[in-house]
């Protein structure tokens, strides 16, 4: 059994480095039971993640799916699944990895045992807070930063004590050096802090209701350099560390080069924070920024192809392991998808690919071959190698572990290749114009139904995926059946010196100065990802022309306000966005494109990222009260064939004015020009303009009562893109 990583993993010091002074030798412990605890977690909340995910897939092409329930929605279970699958299965996964290889490269036990504790069971019960939280309509809206202020306070306390606890193993290390894939560690952690500090800035106006701190265009440039930077540093930056780690000692083969690793880690966290501007092309995000964001996008290619082809050339020498070991099976695909999805994305960020590619299932298959064969293969080639030496036994099945590779490979096909297919689609048809220059196809609904096939096959991709999970789980419980937990597992190694006394602390290359000074390390990592999230936000916010105003765009009515709160509860953004690009396409479908004034007021922005439905930007005033009514009760008596739920429950439910007040308040400290008293005639405001639309609606023969929540979000809808005045003729039907 191996106690310590093998001497070219830890350093790539020249052998003159290497000579020690005769020191004593101490006997520590590892801690292998947190690992272990990890390990389960990431098990249990993926097998959980990638359920809800297959429910809400199956959702897409037969709405039904949704069990006629509310909590169970494709709108409020989409957000569950992505923060499932990204912080409790992966985030499970990343802190199983690092517990266990930050020991064995500092040669050091945990630094506390009671902050372990604490940080594993506080991560579950963040987890178990939104398991709870946002099937029932608890959400900010914001993707990947979905979670309420209280939650986000939780998460914030328990990061604070993952670091604490992995800055503590540091300093006490009895290695000197810190290898590259701690440096990977220490950028994670600070850069999730820094991301996460930023994007969930709010205002509280209840329990577990809060309204951005910043609206509009700056909400969505801030949303958007959390989320793409959400991606690199939770998805890929700690897992290029364990890749680092976890590659080398599978394939018994030093890392192929530490020095491409020292440029791959300097350049990747520099370039990667620029990057959040290409989700938001062609909006009304201003030019330069969205500029910013492409030119940094495609530099992005060098240091990831560096990092993918480090991890490759590792296996020199060793590919005839491949063949036999199920884990290095996992580890080549794992890097094999990293390449295809970091060079898919810069070529996603220009704008020509852009065009025809947002808003589509396209990204949602290049999010897809990053997180299931990425992140999720990496993940099970750690825990099939884990397994086997914190139970001190073999792997009970390397059979059931291959049959999990290519039941997980073929899912990964079925799921990819539809949806990519369905993006081509989605695209070309959305742009298509006839002979006589009018859309080819003016029915938002025509381009829906063409793809309801693919989403069959991808539900099935997830059915065959999650299928290799539940051997993979067998495989480990038998594997820890036949085996003990080695749940402290003893070492030996000198102390470390002091830097003072260490004729060689210094000795080497130049960058061995920060190599082995974690402090300045992260104080150069820090810097390093600062530079481009200032660059592209200080002057959005404190440049004016930026965002100019428009004198008629103003702030929501109460019952409007509530109308929109109702919109983000039930997840509507998830399906519909609210921003028309400057395509003639698209202003020959929705109308005139929209402008960054209009949003002054919108906090959160409520652009959205994917069209499962039209853009609903333009949609106030196209459609009398009564339509938007019948389309909620029963989407298909509106459209036939559409893939949208009813949602019987806004008909039921009564609009909760308890908290309208102290909304008001709460948008007038951020600036939202509501006049001086106005909280105190808010709910008789919106009371007055509820009965409006209940003697519109009763023209056309609709009986409801003004209390009813189908009004409120009535009264918004018909609000959305009529604060500008655009030519009835712009203005083409975009039947649902």
């Not at 990895?97 to 930050?102: F, I, K, P």
């Not at 890097?335 to 852009?354: C, D, R, W």
């Not at 404190?542 to 039930?570: C, F, H, M």
């Not at 519909?576 to 202003?587: A, I, L, N, W």
């Amino acid at each position: 059994m191996e106690v310590a990583p093998v001497t070219p993993l830890i350093t790539a010091e020249p052998p003159q480095v290497q000579t020690r002074v005769s020191r004593a030798v101490d006997e520590f412990f590892y801690d292998n039971k947190i690992v272990r605890d990890f390990g389960i977690a990431t098990v249990f909340w993926g097998i959980a993640g990638m359920i809800v995910g297959i429910l809400a897939a199956f959702q897409l092409a037969l709405p039904e799916a949704n069990m006629n329930t509310a909590v169970t929605t494709f709108g409020r279970i989409r957000p569950l699944h992505t923060n499932a699958v990204i912080f409790a299965f992966v985030g499970n996964g990343i802190f199983m990895g690092v517990y266990y290889s930050l020991q064995r490269l500092c040669k050091a036990a945990m630094y506390s045992k009671k902050l372990s504790q604490i940080h594993f069971w506080g991560w579950q019960l963040i987890i178990l807070s939104a398991l709870i939280s946002l099937p029932l309509g608890y959400t900010t809206s914001k993707e990947y930063a979905e979670l309420e202020w209280p939650i986000d306070i939780a998460i914030t306390l328990v990061w604070v004590v993952f670091g604490w606890n992995m800055f503590g193993t540091i300093a006490k290390r009895r290695e000197r050096h810190l290898y590259v894939g701690i440096w990977f560690y220490i950028a994670t952690f600070l850069t999730v802090a820094v991301l996460h500090i930023v994007n969930s800035a709010a205002l509280p106006v209840s329990f577990m209701k809060s309204y951005s701190a910043y609206a509009g265009v700056q909400d969505a440039l801030v949303q958007w350099w959390y989320g793409h930077n959400a991606v690199a540093f939770f998805l890929t930056t700690p897992y290029l560390g364990l890749m680092y780690y976890f590659l080398p000692k599978a394939a018994g083969r030093p890392v192929y080069s530490y020095r491409l690793s020292i440029i791959h880690f300097w350049s990747l966290i520099f370039i990667y924070i620029w990057a959040g501007p290409h989700h938001l092309l062609y909006t009304s995000l201003p030019d330069w920024a969205q500029s910013l964001g492409v030119a940094f996008s495609v530099m992005l290619i060098a240091p990831s192809w560096g990092g993918m082809i480090n991890g490759l050339l590792t296996l020199r020498g060793a590919w005839d392991k491949v063949r036999e070991e199920p884990v290095l099976k996992f580890m080549v695909v794992a890097i094999t998808a990293y390449g295809m999805a970091t060079f898919e994305g810069p070529m996603l960020s220009l704008k020509n690919v852009n065009a025809i590619a947002h808003f589509t299932d396209w990204i949602v298959a290049h999010v897809h071959v990053g997180a299931l064969g990425w992140n999720g293969f990496l993940t099970f080639a750690m825990l099939y190698w884990l397994w086997p030496r914190l139970y001190r036994t073999e792997l009970h099945s390397k059979k059931l572990a291959n049959a999990h590779f290519w039941l997980g490979t073929i899912g990964i096909l079925f799921y990819a290749l539809p949806m990519y297919w369905a993006g081509f689609t989605q695209g070309l048809m959305w742009k298509q114009f006839n002979a006589e220059g009018m859309l080819q196809y003016p029915n938002f609904l025509e381009t829906v139904l063409q793809i309801v096939p693919m989403y069959y096959m991808r539900g099935i991709g997830g059915v065959l995926y999650l299928s290799g999970v539940f051997l993979m789980m067998y495989n480990l419980i038998k594997t820890a059946n036949a085996g003990t937990l080695l749940a402290a597992e003893k070492a030996h190694a000198p102390a470390l010196l002091p830097a003072s006394e260490d004729p060689h602390a210094d000795a080497g290359h130049w960058h061995r100065w920060i190599e082995r000074r974690p402090l300045q390390l992260a104080i150069g990592a820090t810097v390093a990802i600062l530079i481009g999230g200032i660059v592209e936000m200080v002057p959005t916010f404190l440049v004016k022309s930026n965002v100019p105003t428009i004198a008629s765009v103003k702030p929501y009515t109460s019952l409007e306000l509530q109308g929109r709160d109702l919109y983000i509860k039930e997840g509507c953004s998830n399906c519909h966005t609210q921003m028309v690009r400057p395509f003639r396409s698209e202003t020959e479908r929705y109308g005139e494109y929209s402008k960054a004034g209009e949003f002054v007021y919108d906090r959160p922005f409520l652009w959205g990222s994917k069209r499962t439905g039209p853009d609903l930007h333009r949609l106030g005033g196209k459609y009398p009260h009564s339509w938007h009514y019948n389309h909620m009760m029963d989407p298909t008596s509106m459209s036939p064939g559409s893939i949208m739920p009813p949602y019987p429950w806004m008909f039921e439910n009564e609009i909760d004015y308890s908290t309208l007040p102290a909304k008001i308040r709460v948008l007038q400290q951020l600036g939202t020009p509501y006049p001086a008293g106005y909280d105190k005639q808010a709910v008789a405001d919106a009371r007055r303009q509820a009965e409006g639309i209940v003697q519109e609606l009763k023209k056309e023969d609709i009986e409801v009562k003004s209390e009813k929540e189908i009004v409120a979000l009535i009264a918004y809808l018909q609000r959305l893109g009529t604060d500008i005045k655009v030519k009835p003729e712009q203005v083409a039907a975009s039947a649902q």
